[in-house]
């Protein structure tokens, strides 16, 4: 059974895009040694990535190739995707995503980006955890690693560790579903684009 995870950055004010909804205050961190923290060995584990309509918006504009080769990549959106940067799938309702989630078998899932699709899964009780990496930048405004909704729950601290560069590393458990570790080879938000990264939410 599939567990469901999330691996994101945020600066120290709490925020994962500036007021421009750019990444560039990240970017100047992208030489930074996480050790055995690294995206790069994270990814490894990952076999389906869930992401908003926004975050698949923010990465199709970007020139460098598709990323996500390797993995099967699902985006959460009720409006088709012209001509998509590589192979994806889409849903548009979070409840049955979620029952597909949870049948998967052949790895784990990360839910790339921040913001509304995050906190919907968080809602449902169907994000299992989550690393935030804190980065020692205050930005002062942007778009904040939640969404102010009004839910409310006690994570529990798995472990926190000091990285390279003032970046602190935050592990924390969400959800107490059950689930068998795998071997790597709001009713509303089911009817309107679901925004992680630093794009802003658009209804239908």
Same mark, same amino acid.
């Given at each position: 059974?599939?567990?469901?995870? !999330? ?8 925020? #994962? ?5 750019? %990444?560039?205050? %990240? ?17 490894? !584990? ?12 923010? #990465? ?8 996500? !080769?390797?993995?099967?990549? =699902? ?22 995503? =979620?029952?597909? %989630?949870? *049948? ?9 980006? *921040?913001?509304? %699709? ?6 449902? !009780? ?5 690393? =935030? ?41 969400? +959800? ?7 071997? +790597? ?12 990264? *630093? ?6």
């Amino acid at each position: 059974m599939a567990k469901i995870v !999330g691996y994101i950055a945020a600066s120290l004010d709490g925020f #994962i895009a500036d007021e421009s909804d750019k %990444l560039d205050w %990240l970017f100047k961190y992208d030489g930074m040694d996480l050790g055995e923290h690294d995206y790069r060995i994270f990814v490894k !584990g990952i076999r389906t990535i869930v992401m908003g309509r926004g975050t698949y918006d923010f #990465i199709a504009k970007d020139p460098a190739p598709w990323a996500y !080769g390797e993995q099967r990549v =699902i985006v959460v959106t009720s409006r088709p995707i012209e001509n998509p940067k590589g192979t994806l799938e889409t849903r548009n309702n979070v409840e049955d995503l =979620i029952a597909e %989630l949870r *049948g998967l078998d052949d790895g784990d899932v990360w839910m790339l980006g *921040g913001g509304m %699709l995050q906190m919907a899964f968080m809602k449902r !009780g169907a994000l299992d955890e989550i690393e =935030i990496y804190i980065i020692p930048e205050l930005l002062g405004g942007g778009r904040p690693l939640f969404p102010s909704t009004g839910f409310r729950s006690s994570p529990e601290l798995v472990s926190a560790k000091t990285l390279d560069k003032g970046c602190v590393r935050l592990h924390y458990r969400l +959800s107490s579903y059950s689930f068998s570790p795998c071997v +790597s080879t709001d009713p509303a938000l089911q009817r309107r684009d679901i925004v992680t990264d *630093g794009s802003s939410q658009r209804n239908e």
